[in-house]
């Protein structure tokens, strides 16, 4: 079945950097579209990136454009999130998902999530 | 304030119909697909609805989704006590070039 496991997360002090990983298995990787999706404490998801199949094509949330990065290692079926400058309200649990087959924004399979607190 | 706006609470009886609304403009409900999610507590969100009033599988006929303009519902027929939750819709927004969440509504069951 379908597995996304997140990890690298952890409390960070405002301007630090965390980098956060996802395994996935149970299905080709490398054809879904794959997105980064938070969840601050009490709010609602704030979808973060998305990265095609090949990694070609990636979108980001205007709130963290040129502080994030997203990349996606087939070999290792992996999905990272490489982040940078970290704010105090980039505190949230954050999700790896698979977009369903043929879609890029809609999110079939969820991970259980990794928690980043920011801050002093 | 989030982009696309849903109440912030709903409720109902076992058995009653209850529909939770989604407002957005035309730059994303107005051009795009929209997309429900149902969060139980402590859980990751499930995807409930795609692309306006499609249901995966698995996903009761009980809930239905609808679009007209720049607005979007979810339908919950026969409300169960399981389906208490949160619920958020989602869509492209042209404008932003992202993919934009409701800022969700809570469903009690009473």
Not at chain 2, 15 to 27: A, K, M, N, P
Not at chain 2, 75 to 82: D, H, N, R
């Amino acid at each position: 079945q379908v597995q996304l496991v997140e990890s690298g997360g952890g409390l960070v002090k405002p301007g630090g950097s965390l980098r956060l990983s996802c395994a996935a298995s149970g299905f080709a990787f490398s054809d879904y579209y794959m997105s980064w999706i938070r969840q601050a404490p009490g709010k609602g998801p704030e979808w973060v990136a998305y990265i095609s199949r090949t990694g070609m094509t990636i979108f980001y949330a205007n709130s963290v454009k040129g502080r994030f990065t997203i990349s996606r290692d087939s070999a290792k079926n992996s999905l990272d999130l490489q982040m940078h400058s970290l704010r105090v309200d980039d505190t949230a649990l954050y999700y790896c998902a698979r977009a369903a087959y043929g879609s890029g924004i809609i999110f079939d399979h969820w991970g259980q999530g990794t928690l980043v607190a920011v801050s002093s | 304030q989030s982009v696309l706006t849903q109440p912030p609470s709903a409720s109902g009886t076992p058995g009653q119909r209850v529909t939770i609304s989604c407002s957005g403009s035309r730059s994303n409900i107005g051009s795009n697909s929209v997309h429900w999610y149902q969060q139980l507590p402590g859980m990751a969100p499930k995807l409930l609805m795609s692309d306006d009033n499609e249901r995966p599988s698995g996903v009761p006929d009980r809930f239905s989704g609808s679009k007209s303009g720049t607005s979007a519902s979810l339908a919950i027929s026969g409300l169960q006590s399981e389906d208490e939750a949160d619920y958020y819709c989602s869509a492209w927004d042209d404008s932003l070039s992202g993919l934009v969440f409701g800022g969700g509504t809570k469903l009690t069951v009473l």
